[in-house]
Structures are given as structure tokens and as C-alpha cells.
């Protein structure tokens, strides 16, 4: 941690500045896949620094935007259970069901609990043996190991109270399907670096040949990401589309072993859709038939919940990089972060909240949001 | 004109029939300080009760009595655990109260205090609490005036609730409301912000950060006086407590109709802070703090203000972090390290940490 200064250094920042701005000669668009870098780009306004030809679209990479209104729907089910215990990482609270949230089971009586790691929730159900303690595990490949170890300690130390509604997704078969698209724009990708320090880069050689896109292993922080957009940048003018690791000091090639030993055991791949998007073949993860019996799906019955998205939300454009979330009709009047139609306005690291919040000034709405002051 | 005799309305008692958006409940968020407080303060509160000087929606209420400027206000204090690293609940439940008179310029003199205790806490708990709370009284030289207890069944209290209720005298010539704030002035924080929302946060959820970050509560009555001293034409001072730094620099926007502008690298925010929320996913700009303030000063008395601050222990690293504009009214806009900007909102409810 004590690098973070150092790497959102002022002057750094205007050496790749300048490098970019040098080399760039015609317009290019580049997808960050995650939704940790599109708040960080809107956040420090580097977008507002790039040149004009650098187009940064925001891909579907915020594990909270994309898991599915139905899936959110069947933990509002369980979490309403008088029996149950329901434990989620904090930004799932907030997301919209069918005509409610996980914060208002809990003003309604539920038992839901913030807890900030999976394990949390495993001690929560040794604690209470005589409650079913849920523990909501989404997320793409960074979240998806330690959930699959909890899982595994669960099943190790016999606690039969404790089961997983899981919603995990992968990244490659997301990008797979983008470039896929007839309307893609994508040029060139910055992959996510939190992903790859867990699964490696093996399987983007595949992926950069084929669609002949750069691909280029990404941090966070300021620096990072203008390295990102640099090797992306110079690899496109000169024609290039390797994969390159622009995040070495955290990412192995081969990534962490451990980790995805633990994933091949616990979770098998599965068709998942995501939401604003659809189904995106083999781009999920669930529990195995080997843990079958900690799958909260099956434990409570709610497999067969079937929920339609709103009408008037176009995230799906959004995640998929075919639309500026200013340019939906929606935003910031029917859609606010207050008021959201669709998940990439409620989660911080949404595309449609970051623009929302951080670039209100660039981006006139028909009516401005006043909100009121509070007392303090 | 016509001849048609318009009717007339009567707008006595009116209130506005838009209900809490979406909320048939309370929730959390209604508590947070950010914009479901301000709703359910606006739309709930404020129409049933009415009155001129709750208008006002300062963190005290400024009142003529009997020829003298009284300041009044009254804070209640549900903080868990009891005790955290720098404080307890009894010393939040003098330092509030006294600070929020302290942001109207006044010193408070004397406080009420409400112990709400739950069936089945320890009297060795009750009795730290206590002497935590008269220990911060007497510190902030306000006296406890008046009390008054419950009891709740077990279940229904975190095992002690309290709260205060201040008074005190507002000097002459001291007029601090975000109305008098103008393009032009200088908005200076008493030193690092966040500390005391990490410290709790720290204990409540049993994480560690590497170092023990200690919670910031202190008087700021002293400071105040201070800066007063300097000069009794400071246009308006806040605490930033519940909603953090953020919330407080847009109800001063809001409220005065300016637009604030600060340089995100000049905003004191400690290492071991920074780090907490980097783990957490958590914005520092919006996390509590009990013992700083935020002063928005002329540009012509800046620097004096300044150099009497930070001479006082409890403003030795104040800073200077940016200035009020014409443009962009009611929001706040920060310049961030690289050169860009962006807009900082008011938080909604509470913080929520981030998945990844």
C-alpha cells in the first residue's frame, strides 16, 4: 500500500501523457474491461487527459452490474426467510430487484449482514447452528477463489448450516462475445490485472490472434492505466496484437496455482447471463455436484425464479461499450444513482454511476438533480 | 387584470404530499447524513413541526432569548462498539454536542444528558461511560446540567445509548451561516480528515490496518475561539461528521448557492486512512470525523485564520484545501492529481464497501 502515492505521481503521469499524445495518429478505442479501472479513469479525470483520438469504452467488468435481476431476486427470497442469515460483501445491498432491495428485507425484519470476506460469513454459521447462514458470492475471478475456499471449509469442518448463492463470472468469454458482436467498436483491450494475477494470461494469446486486438494486462491506480492505454496505443500504430503484461509486479504469467487449483475443484464452468447483455456461453461459474448440497439454489428452492429486466434501461449497450451512458435518455432524470433503472447506476464502479457522480459538470442533463442538504 | 376574482390559496399548514421516494420503511441510509436524512428531515420533520428557527437547519439552532444569542442543539450517539481506539461514547456524546455550538461561534455552557440503557449491560460500563463523559465535560469546560435515564428490555439497545442537548452563548458580532458564504472565499479543514469513522470502523469489524488509527473526537471550542479571535467576520464553520467532508462542502454549497472548488492532493488524508479505504473500497472524502472543521473565510483574513489555527493543538495541521466559485452553483468540484476534475456528490446513504 505504501506505493500508492507513487503511482498517482503528477509528473509520471504527464511523461506518459506526453508519450501518447506523441505517438497517437488516428482514432482508436480501447475497452477497459473492469469496472475497478472505469472508476478509477473517471475519478481522476484521465480521460479528460488523453487525446481526442483515445476513445475509452467501459466494458461489462463491475461483478456487481452484471450478475443477473433474477439472480438478486432469489436472494431477496432467501434473505426474507425468517430462518435464514444472509451475509453479502456491502455493495449488493443497494442493487434494485423486482421493486425492492436487499436494505429493505433488512427494515423488514430479514437478517442481512455486511461482511467484508466470505469467511466471515462461515464463522457467522458456526457461531448461530441453529439459523441457515447464506453467503451471496459474486464477482469475476478475483472474488471467485476465496469463495471457493470457504466453500471447501465448510464442507472440511462439516457446517451444515452454511450454503453459497453463487452468480461468479469469467472475463475471456465476456470478451470473447463482445468481439463477436457485428456492432463492436473494440480495438484494443486493457485487461483486467486483478483477474489475471489469479487466472494468468493463457488464455488471451488465443483470443489477441483471432481478433487481432491487442490485449494488455492493466493495474489500477493512475499510472497503471496510462501505462495500459500507452502499450495499447503503440502496439495499434504499429500494427501489432500481442498480449502484454503492463502489470508485471502483480501478475504471473501462469497466475496463482493455488488459487485455481481451488477453482477446478469447488466450481465448474456454466452458462451464465449477465445482466444488460444476456446469456453468454461458459462465461460462469457454480458450485460442482460435488458441493452440491452448500448451493443456496437448491437448498432454498428459488431455481425457479424467472425476472424480466425493466424496459427503459439500456445498460445492456452500456456493458457492452455501444453507448456513452450520457447518450441513454434516461440518465439523470428517470435514472439516478437515487433512483436507478438498471445496476450500472447503483454500483459505484457502475459506468452510468461513475459519470453520474464525477462528470455531472461535462455532461448537461435536461433537468439538474437538486438534492437537499442534510442536517447534521 | 380581469375582473375574475382569483381564489385565494392557503398555503398554511401546506405540506408537500410527495412521499419518501420508494421507502416504506426506514432504512440505514435514513441515518447517514447524506440525501435520505435530508429527505426524511425535509419531507417528515421540518412540516410537522414548523417554526422559523428550525429554517435555519444549522447544526445549531441560533435563538433570541431574553436579549442575549443563544445557540441550542441536541445530538444523539449510537456508536458501536462503546469504547474505540481514542474515545468511548461519552466523549463523543460532550464533543458533538459542544462542537456543533461551537460552528455557530458560540461556547457551550451548559449540556443535558439522556442515558438510554439497555437491560442486562454491566454498572462497571455504565460507570466508564460516565466518567469518559463528565472527564470531556469538564475538558471542554461545559457543565452537565440536567439528566434523565431508561431502561429497555434486553434486545432492544446496543447497551447504551445517549443524548445531549447544549447551550450557549453565540458573541456579538459572530454571524456564521453558509448564506454568508461568497465566490472568493477560502475553505480551509483543521487537519486530517477520516480518522475517527477508520478508528471505529476499525474495532467494530475487527479489522487491522497495520497501524492503530486512533479516533480524531476532541472540543473544538477552544480552536473556534481561536480563529474568532482573529477575526469575527468568518463567514461559516461545520464539523464534518456524518457524511464526512463531502456532505458538509455541498450543504454549504447548496445552502449558499456557490460553487466549491478543492484540489484533492492539498486534502490532509493520512497514509493509514487512505490505505483502510483503498482495502475497503471506501471514498475518505465521506468518511466520519469528530474532532476537525471546516472553515469557509474571507480570502482577505485566510491566511491570518490559517496561522491562528495552526498554532492551536487542535488545528496544527490546517490547511488551505480550495476556494468558493461563480460557476457551477450548489455543487463541488474537485481538481484531481493528475490535472482533471470531478464532481464530488452527496452520498445517497451510507458507504458501502466495494466487492473489488
Known sequence: ????????????????????????????????????????????????????????IHGPGCPV????????????????????????????????????????????????????????????????????????????????????????????LGIQNFSMLVSHVRVPPAIEAIMSSPSCRVQGFLAAGHVCSVMGVGEYPELAE???????????????????????????????????????????????????????????????????IGVIPGSGWRLSSKYRDHDAEHRFSVSGIRTAEPAECRSGEVLQGLLKPHECEAFGTLCTPRTPL????????????????????????????REASPVV | MSDTTLPTLDVEGWTCPAPLRDRPRVVMGHGGGGVLSAELVQQIFAPAFGGEVLAQMGDAAVLSLGGARLAFSTDSYVVRPLFFPGGSIG?????????????????????????????????????????????????????????????????????????????GLVPAGVDLRPQR???????????????????????????????????????LGGLVDAMLAVT???????????????????????????????????????????????????DPMYIANEGKLVAFVPREHADAVLEAMRAHPLGADSVIIGETVEAHPGMVVARTGLGGTRVVDLPIGEQLPRIC
Not at chain 1, 501505462?227 to 498480449?243: D, I, N, W
Not at chain 2, 468568518?234 to 462542502?249: E, N
Open chain 1, 210 to 276: 483471432r481478433f487481432r486486438v491487442p490485449i494488455v494486462v492493466t493495474g489500477f491506480e493512475p499510472l497503471d492505466i496510462l501505462e495500459g492505454v500507452r502499450r495499447a496505443v503503440r502496439q495499434l500504430e504499429h500494427g501489432e496484437h500481442t498480449v502484454d503484461n503492463a502489470y508485471a509486479r502483480a501478475v504471473r504469467p501462469e497466475g496463482n496455482a493455488a488459487a485455481r487449483a481451488m477453482l477446478e475443484d469447488v466450481f465448474e464452468v456454466t452458462d451464465r447471463a449477465w445482466r444488460g
Open chain 2, 181 to 219: 458564504v461568497v465566490p472568493g472565499d477560502v475553505v480551509i479543514v483543521s487537519g486530517a480528515i477520516g480518522v475517527h469513522g477508520v478508528a471505529v470502523m476499525s474495532v467494530r469489524e475487527g479489522l487491522e490496518f497495520g497501524v492503530e488509527i486512533k479516533s480524531d473526537c476532541a472540543a
Open chain 2, 232 to 282: 469575527p467576520d468568518l463567514h461559516v464553520l461545520r464539523d464534518p461528521t456524518r457524511g464526512g467532508l463531502a456532505a458538509t462542502l455541498n450543504e454549504i454549497a447548496q445552502a449558499s448557492g456557490t460553487g466549491v472548488v478543492i484540489r484533492e492532493r492539498d486534502v490532509p488524508v493520512p497514509p493509514a486512512v487512505a490505505n483502510a479505504c483503498a482495502i475497503l473500497g471506501l
Open chain 1, 342 to 369: 438498471g445496476a450500472t447506476m447503483v454500483s459505484s464502479e457502475g459506468a452510468c454511476a461513475a459519470y453520474y457522480l464525477y462528470r455531472r459538470l461535462d455532461v448537461p442533463t435536461t433537468t439538474t438533480v
Open chain 1, 65 to 156: 452490474c452484471v450478475t443477473p435481476l433474477e439472480v438478486i431476486d432469489k436472494a431477496l427470497a432467501i434473505a426474507s426467510r425468517p430462518e435464514v442469515i444472509f451475509c453479502s460483501f456491502g455493495d449488493m445491498l443497494r442493487v434494485p430487484g423486482t421493486g425492492r432491495d436487499l436494505f429493505q428485507v433488512r427494515a423488514e425484519g430479514g437478517d442481512v449482514r455486511v461482511v467484508y470476506s466470505p469467511l466471515d460469513a462461515l464463522r457467522i454459521a458456526r457461531e448461530n447452528p441453529g439459523r441457515e447462514v447464506v453467503f451471496f458470492g459474486i464477482g469475476f475471478e478475483t472474488t471467485a477463489p476465496p469463495n471457493a475456499m470457504t466453500v471447501h471449509q465448510a464442507r472440511k
Open chain 1, 1 to 56: 500500500m505504501k506505493y500508492i502515492d507513487e503511482f498517482q505521481d503528477p509528473e509520471l503521469a504527464r511523461r506518459l501523457l506526453d508519450d501518447i499524445h506523441a505517438t497517437v495518429t488516428r482514432p482508436w478505442a480501447l475497452m477497459e474491461v473492469c469496472g475497478g479501472q472505469t472508476h478509477s479513469i473517471i475519478r481522476h479525470g484521465i480521460d479528460q487527459l488523453l487525446p481526442e483520438e483515445v476513445e475509452l
Open chain 2, 91 to 167: 466523549d463523543l456524546a460532550v464533543n458533538g454536542t459542544v462542537n456543533d455550538l461551537a460552528m455557530s461561534g458560540a461556547r457551550a455552557a451548559y449540556l443535558s444528558c439522556g442515558f438510554i440503557l439497555e437491560e442486562g449491560v454491566e454498572l462497571d460500563v455504565v460507570t466508564r461511560v460516565s466518567q469518559a463523559l463528565g472527564t470531556a465535560a469538564r475538558a471542554a469546560g461545559v457543565e452537565v446540567a440536567t439528566g434523565d435515564t431508561k431502561v429497555v428490555e434486553t434486545g432492544h439497545g446496543d447497551g447504551i445509548y445517549i443524548n445531549t442537548a447544549g447551550i
